[in-house]
């Protein structure tokens, strides 16, 4: 018994001890820019929950008009009278944007051009993770629909606002998971012959990095800039409520418990909380020295190198071409 309680009291003073330094080493970077957004607006995507929400909240400390754009009119509201008496900012409304219907993103983009003098930062945020094959509202698979094609067709939407407001800056929430494809299937773009969660998830983000990067070099001499990020693993994420739902699903609801608890537990140590996820969303929002900086993509508030398959400028040219007929900007 001796021997056991030894190890035990071992494991558990080491566990203490390194919980610090890598808790800060899972932290990550930190937006150390003061800069002030008074007068400049601000629409950030799925804002009402996680870090939109946090990144809607620093937004509005700084000074800006933030606009969050949620599915969810009733959870925004919410967000948007927490992140109020939170800052003392009143400048922070709130729009309708269903992602998942092209419909819903022009008549948000059309309220948007109507309605607001300028557009400083559009922040792409909103998506969704490993969801099973649904369909949005236009037949797309659900994953790249909501994570590529929504966000894509809203911000080209709005870039003759964001070119009108220049210097401004799109900033869009990829992930790391790009680094887990290859490359798009072209030929099967929106997962009809097959279907995997993880893999169609993975092909969303690198559609994110690779349009970020063209519309860089598309929007070259505007003024408006192009960056995408990777803000971490995200231990508080409502992305993973699909993943909840199978796990209960596959397993019952005490197995899927116990799962959530591990993954819990993991996550405590190694993932980011929203306020640390939102740090690289922030940066690239408004750190002076980026007011310049287009095409790279970012994690830890620095740039990082993405995938091979990320840095494939044929099929991002590609990727947008098959885009914009997807959309209907072009026939």
């Known amino acids: 018994m001796a021997p056991l309680l030894r190890f ?32 400049k607006t601000v629409i950030i995507t799925g804002a009402n929950t996680g870090i939109g929400k946090v990144t809607a909240r620093d937004m509005a400390e700084r000074g800006a008009r933030v606009i969050l754009a949620c599915r969810s009119l009733e959870k925004a509201e ?12 009143k400048n922070v409304v709130v729009h309708k944007l269903d992602l998942a219907s092209l419909t819903s993103v022009r008549q948000f983009a059309k309220v948007i051009n109507d309605a607001e003098p300028r557009l400083d930062v ?17 037949g797309f698979e659900m994953q790249f629909g909501v994570n590529h094609l929504g966000p894509f067709l809203l911000t080209n939407l709005l870039l003759d606002k ?32 097959s279907y995997h969660l993880e893999k169609a998830y993975d092909r969303s983000k690198l559609a994110n990095v690779l349009f ?29 409520r699909y993943r909840r739902d199978e796990w209960q699903g596959k397993f019952g609801e005490h197995v899927a418990s116990a799962l959530r608890k591990v993954v819990g537990a993991i996550f405590s140590v ?26 790279l993509y970012f994690s830890d508030c620095v740039p ?6 990320g840095m494939d400028d044929e099929a991002a040219a590609r990727l947008w071409d098959v885009s914009e007929r997807m959309v209907g900007l072009k026939s």
């Open 8 to 39: 035990t009291a071992i494991t558990v003073l080491a566990a203490a001890v390194l919980y610090v330094p890598v808790r800060r080493w899972a932290a990550g970077g930190v937006c150390e820019s003061q800069a002030r957004m008074d007068g």
């Open 78 to 89: 919410e967000a948007a009278k927490e992140i109020r008496s939170q800052t003392g900012n």
């Open 122 to 138: 559009l922040i792409n945020n909103a998506g969704v993770m490993h969801t099973p094959r649904w369909e949005t509202e236009d």
């Open 162 to 193: 964001l070119r009108q407001s220049a210097p401004s800056r799109v900033v869009t929430v990829a992930s790391l998971a790009h680094t887990f494809t290859s490359g798009i299937d072209f030929d099967d773009i929106n997962s009809q012959n």
């Open 212 to 240: 970020s990067r063209e519309l860089s070099k598309k929007l070259k001499g505007t003024g408006v800039t192009s960056n995408s990020l990777h803000p971490g693993v995200i231990m508080e994420s409502d992305l993973m």
């Open 270 to 295: 190694f993932g980011k909380t929203v306020e640390e996820g939102a740090q690289t969303s922030i940066c690239c929002a408004v750190a002076e020295d980026l007011e310049n900086t287009t095409g």
């Open 304 to 309: 990082k190198e993405t995938s091979a398959a």
